[in-house]
Each structure stands twice: as C-alpha cells, then as structure tokens.
C-alpha cells in the first residue's frame, strides 16, 4: 500500500484560491494563517491527477455525457463505505451541492412555503430558503455535554400547514455530528407524518472519525428513500471543489423526474469533462488515501485539543465525529463576538466567525484541521500568545 505524506507544505498563494488569496478581502490582510474555508491544504491525491492529465492530453474538451463506469464508481462506493445501495436511476448530476439544494427549494416548494433548517448550520443553508422567497424556519440544535443534538419538540411545534421542506446537515457543519441512526430515525418519522421532504445534505460524508459512521437518511428505510433527496460529492473527501462536480440520489421517480425537467430547462446537468474524470478515479482508487488522510486529521485533532488543554484551557473545542472542521468554544474568555474575531486576526489567525451560522453560533469560531500539523501547530502557538493569559 502506497503511504502519503500529509505532512508535506504545498505553496497555494497566487492560484487564485479562495482560502488564500481570498485573504486581503475576508480578514483584511494576507499575514493570517488561514484556517478557515472548508478545502485542506493536502494535495489532491495522485490517483485524481494523473486521471485529469490523461484526460487534459487529449486536446479536444467538448461536449461530454457521463458513462456507465462514472455511475458504477458511485454506486460501488455508497456500497463499500457506507453499505448503502443505490441505482443508476437515481442519480443526478450538480455542479454542487448547494446549487442542489437551492434548485430542491425551487421545484419542491413554492413561494411562500416554509423551510427547516437546525442552527448552527452551514451558512449557505439560509440563503437557499430565504433568497428565493421562502420562509425560513430555525429549529436549534440543543447544546448538550459538548455535544449538540436535535430538538424534537421545538419541530413539530414550529412545523405550520405549509412547511414543505427540511434541509437536513449529515453529517453537520460545524458541529461535526455524524448522526445516528436512532436521530435520522425519529427526525425521518416526523417529516413523513407531516409530509416534508428531506433534502440530506451529506458533502461531509466519506470524513469519518473513528468509532463513528455516516449513515445516509435515505438508507434508514425504503420510506425515508422514497421522501428525500441525498446530496454528495467527492469535492471535500478528496479536495476538488474547485472541478464543480456533485451528484444527487433520488430514489423516487416522480421526484427525480420533477428534478431533472427543471434541470433540462436550465442546461445545468452537463458538469465537466475533469470533474468526471476525478471523480470515477476517488470512487475507484480513492480508499486508501482517505483512510490514510483521516487517520492524519484525528492526530491532528488530538494535538490540538492536548494543546488547548495545556495552554489555553478556555478555549475548549467540540470533538467532532465527523468533518475536518473544528467548532470552538471562546465564550469562557467573556469577550464580545467582534473582539475574539479581530484579536485572532490580530494574532495572525483567520478562522470563521461562529456568527456566520447562526446567532446560536454566538461565542464558536470554527476552525479547519484539513492542514499539515506544522500549520496547525503555528496557528496554535500564536493563539497562545494573544490568548493565554
Ligand atoms: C455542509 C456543506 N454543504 C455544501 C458545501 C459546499 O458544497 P459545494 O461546493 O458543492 O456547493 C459545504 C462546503 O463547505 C458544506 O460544508
């Protein structure tokens, strides 16, 4: 078995990439380390490369469907990582996995229809319900011994005669819950009793920390299959957002078929020759690495908590089950949101404010261990000193 070296540090300044050189726009300067944007610094692994430049040879990149061998390398993957078996019939292209959620908004709700969403969440989530007109509904997670669970009780009192839709995070961002099946269970039972579709956003999926597993909404029953939509891609698991190629399984016919008419009105479906090519090569040779890549940003997790432990105890991270994303706890040190934000820029840092995910995120700032260790370790250090006493 080939070993990696996630230890190795890739220059990525000047490449036009959001995470560096989007620097002077989000933080205000370029000295920050930043440990921000969810995309790692690891190099997309070899296997994925060299596919592309096969692919890039030759010269001619014109129209292009997408083949059998790039729909059995989905299907053998659900299979073998998360024992979940699919069809070729179910899947439909996206050029991301929030386009795929803004366009399921758009063909499944009308105007005017409510949308759930459980704050703290992914940013993008709101604006998918609220810029095409929708009502958006905030059912809060419970904070609970470090860890955040759903709040049964608050849904099915917030859910009104025209909630439509739940745009569920599985595994979430950035509390980094893997949910469980006993979770999706009961959640799944009140969206069907309600009818309410489920769009399952599980971008986060194949990043599993040990002792823990992805379990897709769609798998927990045939129900549950028929009432929602499984948004994934191999965009975080292998860094290669930047190639726009995700996919979406839909085992209901009359739910795909309203999807992909909507989808043949608008031409979004073709994708790109690259990110079809990068994807059957994750799919297909892709486990080792992630295995390896994991295993590297559990040990970078536990640097980091011993280090917090050691050196500024009131900082205390969220240990996540899932997701290279760290959410933590500034809300100890008593400092206004604003003042923990610009004193870690000051200090050198550029993390997401935890704001950006809600209020309920009021306190957190998220941080990225999808990074060499010697990154982590610097940004740690310069924590530190602006911090420790
Ligand atoms: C939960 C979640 N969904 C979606 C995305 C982005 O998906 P895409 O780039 O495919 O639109 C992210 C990126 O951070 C994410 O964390």
Request: with cysteine.
């Amino acid at each position: 078995m080939k070993i990696y070296n996630f230890d190795e540090l890739v220059n990525r300044q000047d490449t036009n990439c959001v995470k560096y050189d989007g620097r002077l726009q989000f933080f205000g300067n370029n000295d920050v380390l930043p440990l921000w944007v969810a995309d790692m610094d690891f190099k997309t692994p070899d296997f994925i490369t060299e596919a592309v430049q096969l692919r890039a040879q030759h010269a001619i990149y014109g129209y292009t469907f997408r083949p059998d061998s790039y729909n059995n390398a989905i299907i053998h993957w659900l299979k073998t990582r998360h024992n979940w078996e699919i069809q070729k019939e179910w899947i439909h292209f996206s050029p991301g996995v929030v386009p795929a959620l803004a366009m399921s908004v758009m063909c499944f709700t009308e105007p005017g229809d409510s949308v759930i969403v459980q704050p703290p969440v992914y940013f993008p989530f709101f604006s998918a319900v609220k810029n095409s007109d929708r009502e958006l509904i905030e059912n809060p997670l419970k904070l609970q011994n470090g860890r955040y669970f759903m709040d049964f009780e608050d849904l099915e009192k917030k859910i009104q005669a025209d909630t439509k839709m739940l745009l569920l995070c599985n595994p979430h961002n950035p509390g980094g819950m893997a949910w469980t099946k006993k979770e999706l269970q009961k959640l799944g039972e009140i969206c069907i009793a309600n009818n309410i579709i489920v769009v399952s956003d599980e971008i986060h999926s194949d990043l599993i920390f040990k002792g823990h597993r992805h379990i897709p909404f769609a798998s927990v029953s045939e129900e549950f299959a028929m009432n929602s939509i499984t948004c994934m891609a191999p965009s975080k698991t292998f860094n290669i957002a930047g190639l726009s190629t995700s996919f979406m399984v839909m085992p209901n016919k009359k739910i795909f078929d309203k999807y992909d008419n909507l989808m043949k009105g608008t031409h979004l479906y073709g994708g790109n020759i690259f990110g079809s090519v990068a994807l059957e090569a994750a799919y297909t040779k892709g486990s080792d690495w992630l295995d390896q890549m994991m295993n590297y940003v559990e040990g970078n997790y536990d640097f980091m908590e011993q280090f917090l432990k050691e050196n500024i105890p009131l900082i205390i991270p969220m240990r996540p089950e899932a997701t290279y994303l760290v959410w933590l706890d500034f809300s100890a040190l008593r400092l206004k949101d604003a003042d923990i934000n610009s004193r870690l820029i000051k200090a050198g840092v550029g993390l997401n404010r935890g704001v950006q995910f809600g209020r309920q995120g009021k306190g957190f700032m998220r941080l990225n261990i999808g990074c060499p260790r010697s990154i982590l370790e610097e940004a740690l250090e310069r924590m530190k000193k602006e911090f420790a006493e």
